[in-house]
Antibody, heavy 118, light 110 residues
Framework: EVQLVESGGGLVQPGGSLRLSCEAS????????MSWVRQAPGKGLEWVAN????????YHADSVKGRFIISRDNAKNSLYLEMNSLRAEDTAVYYC???????????WGQGTLVIVSS | QSALTQPPSASGSPGQSVTISCTGT?????????VSWYQQYPGKAPKLMIY???KRPSGVPDRFSGSKSGNTASLTVSGLQAEDEADYYC??????????FGTGTKVTVL
């Protein structure tokens, strides 16, 4: 059974940093693109970043470019999102998702809540 | 890249059909057959319902179907059931970003 379990969310002050993790199981993690998608309270879905199976290519939304970095450790079946210079507008539930060919997300984690507030 | 446009709400009685539109541009919906649809219950993660315009993942009832014409994609739920009451989001590949999501539609079963 495919499982994605996020962790690392919490309350952080504006300008602070946080590292989210997503532990994958039930599939060959190293062969899939993976993404982070977020959802602000009461709002819609927003793609944040995705990463190639071998980690050699990464793409980030303009809204987080230069502040967030997606990475992965295939040996640990884990996906990460390093978040720096956090702003109030980054407050959201962050989901990791698996991306099979082509350009959709077939499995999602349960999400982890990030609150940026003083 | 702007969000795809969906109606805020849609509704129907049990057994009826409801269709949700998802309007983009020739740079996203109209340019690629990579439209997907997601169902989301309050407080839960999204669930994939349709991918590549009209393909259903295993386990998704055939009451759910997708289509596309020009820059607009559609999700139709036939034989509406109480458990179909949820938020629905479309998504498309775009030249500039791998995923652009729709604004979301709340489906109410009357």
């Amino acid at each position: 059974e495919v499982q994605l379990v996020e962790s690392g969310g919490g309350l952080v002050q504006p300008g602070g940093s946080l590292r989210l993790s997503c532990e994958a199981s039930g599939f060959t993690f190293s062969t899939y693109w993976m993404s982070w998608v977020r959802q602000a309270p009461g709002k819609g879905l927003e793609w944040v970043a995705n990463i190639k199976p071998d980690g050699s290519s990464k793409y980030h939304a303009d809204s987080v470019k230069g502040r967030f970095i997606i990475s992965r450790d295939n040996a640990k079946n884990s996906l990460y999102l390093e978040m720096n210079s956090l702003r109030a507008e980054d407050t959201a539930v962050y989901y990791c998702a698996r991306n099979p060919p082509f350009h959709h997300a077939d499995y999602w984690g349960q999400g982890t809540l990030v609150i940026v507030s003083s | 890249q702007s969000a795809l446009t969906q109606p805020p709400s849609a509704s129907g009685s049990p057994g009826q059909s409801v269709t949700i539109s998802c309007t983009g541009t020739s740079s996203d919906v109209g340019g690629y057959n990579y439209v997907s649809w997601y169902q989301q219950y309050p407080g839960k993660a999204p669930k994939l319902m349709i991918y590549e315009v009209n393909k259903r993942p295993s386990g998704v009832p055939d009451r759910f179907s997708g289509s596309k014409s020009g820059n607009t994609a559609s999700l139709t739920v036939s034989g509406l059931q109480a458990e179909d009451e949820a938020d629905y989001y479309c998504s498309s590949y775009a030249a500039s970003v791998p995923f652009v999501f729709g604004t979301g539609t709340k489906v109410t079963v009357l």
